[in-house]
Structures are given as structure tokens and as C-alpha cells.
């Protein structure tokens, strides 16, 4: 398996301009989780889906941002409009449903907002 | 490696000494504890975990013990080599059929060759 997969690698954007950062998760993982890694914050979880289902989204920040699951092996994270203070890595990671150890995690999108 | 490091906890090890690092948990509700790995430009890697009932556990030159009493994880790599340097974390599930981590700030580990 390919493990879980995100892109872009890396964004440079302009304030105010829409970004989409994508996430394919292992196959077979049935939940997915978006979280946003930062200096100040460390590691905060923004939001995660079961059975392709938004569960809990209390982490995202404000409005601006949005997260979508069309199906079972892709999601989305968009920020819009984007701002300099959402400049982050964003990571994805999947798991069975109630199996915590497999928590498999992307290698990440490295998100600059100038 | 990630930015994250700059603000960090650091232990500074030589290559062959053993590392200790230390992780405290709030939740005496927790019920699994993980270790995580994260090497610069990756997302964390689980290592190592550890249940409640349990106090002590061993892999391949890791171990990680549990003090529940005063809420207290270590990680110990035995003979650090230069491969070890990374971000640790630590992280917690509060169960009660909760199966999210709660990541803690994370130790920067640099070992010298």
C-alpha cells in the first residue's frame, strides 16, 4: 500500500486566493482526519469523517475553511479565502474505525500564504 | 526539519548514548498512550504504544513506561544513532470510545554523530 496520500507537496499562494489541498487515504481505512501543525499550536486536529461522513469539525477554525469526503478514497480540505496566519503544514491521516494504533499518517502539504 | 523544532523541548544526545524522553498526560481518563516519530518533511510515525494496564513495553531498541500515578510517559532509545533525530511525541487516547490521539507539543531529539 501507498500509504495515505496528500497533495500538493508544497503551495505558495496569495492572500485572498482559494486553496484546495487533497488527501487519498489507505484503502480500506474507513476514517480520515485533517489536522494543521504549526509552531504555536503543535498539532491540533481540524476535523474527521467516518464512513465518509463529517463527525467532528470543531477544530476548523472559522468559516473559511471546509472539508469534504465524496467518497471513500478522497477528501478535501479548502481554504477560502486564504490568509498569511493560515500558513501551515497540513497532514492527513486515516484509520480502521476504532483502531487507534493504525493511525496512518500523509506526508503532508506545506501551505504558504503570502 | 519542520519548523515546529524551533520552539521545542530539545535533547541533545551522542551517537551510542541512550535518550530519554519524557512526555506528561493530563487525562487520568486515558486509556492508550502512542508514541510518534517525525522525521523532517514527513507527518508523524507511530513507533510505539503502551495500554493502561500495562506499565512497561519493549520493541527494537525502544522502550516506553508508564507511570500512571503521576500521569508520566517516557520513550527510551537505547544506543541513539544519528537515524534517531527527529520530533517525539507523545499522544493520548481518552477512550470512552474515543479512538482520537491527543498529540502533545512534541521533544526535538539531535543526536551528534
Known amino acids: 500500500d501507498a500509504g495515505v496520500i496528500q497533495s500538493p507537496r508544497h503551495e505558495v499562494t496569495e492572500m485572498g486566493q482559494e486553496v484546495t489541498l487533497r488527501c487519498k487515504p489507505i484503502?480500506?481505512?474507513?476514517?480520515l482526519f485533517w489536522y494543521r501543525q504549526t509552531m504555536m499550536r503543535g498539532l491540533e486536529l481540524l476535523i474527521y469523517f467516518n464512513n465518509n461522513v463529517p463527525i467532528d469539525d470543531s477544530g476548523m477554525p472559522e468559516d473559511r475553511f471546509s472539508a469534504k469526503m465524496p467518497n471513500a478514497s478522497f477528501s478535501t480540505l479548502k481554504i477560502q479565502p486564504s490568509e498569511p496566519r493560515d500558513s501551515a503544514v497540513y497532514f492527513c491521516?486515516?484509520?480502521?474505525?476504532?483502531?487507534?494504533?493504525?493511525?496512518?499518517f500523509g506526508s503532508g502539504t506545506r501551505l504558504t500564504v503570502v | 526539519g519542520e519548523s515546529v523544532g524551533l520552539h521545542l523541548p530539545t535533547l541533545s544526545v551522542q551517537e551510542g548514548d541512550n535518550s530519554i524522553i519524557n512526555c506528561a498526560y493530563s487525562?487520568?481518563?486515558?486509556?492508550?498512550f502512542i508514541w510518534y516519530k517525525q522525521e523532517s518533511g514527513k507527518g508523524p510515525q507511530f513507533i510505539i504504544d503502551i495500554r493502561s494496564n500495562m506499565d512497561k513495553r519493549q520493541g527494537q531498541r525502544v522502550t516506553v513506561l508508564l507511570n500512571k500515578t503521576v500521569k508520566h510517559l517516557s520513550l527510551q532509545i537505547a544506543a541513539t544513532q544519528p537515524g534517531d533525530s527527529a520530533v517525539y511525541f507523545c499522544?493520548?487516547?481518552?477512550?470512552?470510545?474515543?479512538?482520537?490521539?491527543?498529540f502533545g507539543r512534541g521533544t526535538s531529539l539531535i543526536v551528534h554523530p
Open positions: 484503502s480500506g481505512h474507513n476514517s
Open positions: 491521516a486515516s484509520s480502521l474505525p476504532g483502531r487507534v494504533r493504525g493511525y496512518t
Open positions: 499522544a493520548e487516547n481518552i477512550g470512552g470510545g474515543s479512538y482520537i490521539p491527543t
Open positions: 487525562n487520568s481518563a486515558s486509556d492508550y
